[in-house]
């Protein structure tokens, strides 16, 4: 009869201590990506920045275009017959509708990489919603035990 009892409590042991394994194995495997998740958000973070630089700097260039196309156009209605000026507006306004076409590109990089942020953001939030189940136990112990309050001595002493 012992025999049996010691069989029976070294299987319990050995089977909480497998569960406790597989749960380690999660934790483990889900702080890794929350790690790797983090590390592609600040990436894309990172990706984000420099494109809004490159859709202002974008921008501006066709403004500046636009606005040498206009004056070429200009020029060219002030004397219609000059195939130097018409030319000169043919040219300024290539390169009015590329830099534009540049710019529209820049603005789409923007948005999609804004969206993959926000993707990212949500699937680093579910992550660590789920890590919290592991977390959680650790967490409900107080940091610092509480205070007991001390007994006063209450007998009467000749």
Do not use: C, W
């Amino acid at each position: 009869m012992s025999k049996l009892t010691l069989i029976l409590a070294f299987m319990l042991v050995a089977f909480t201590s497998a569960s406790a394994q597989y749960g380690n194995v999660d934790s483990l495997n889900l702080a890794t990506k929350i790690s790797v998740d983090s590390s592609k958000l600040l990436m894309l973070q990172h990706k984000l920045a420099d494109a809004k630089v490159d859709q202002q700097a974008a921008n501006a260039n066709a403004q500046e275009q636009a606005s040498q196309n206009a004056d070429a156009a200009g020029d060219l209605s002030a004397d219609p017959d000059s195939k130097k000026l018409a030319r000169k507006a043919n040219r300024d306004a290539g390169q009015a509708q590329s830099a534009a076409k540049k710019a529209r590109k820049a603005g789409d990089e923007v948005t999609s990489l804004s969206r993959d942020v926000e993707k990212q953001k949500n699937l680093l939030a579910r992550d660590q919603s789920k890590m919290s189940r592991y977390t959680m136990a650790v967490n409900t112990m107080p940091a610092t035990p509480m205070p007991v309050p001390v007994a006063t001595d209450t007998t009467i002493r000749n």
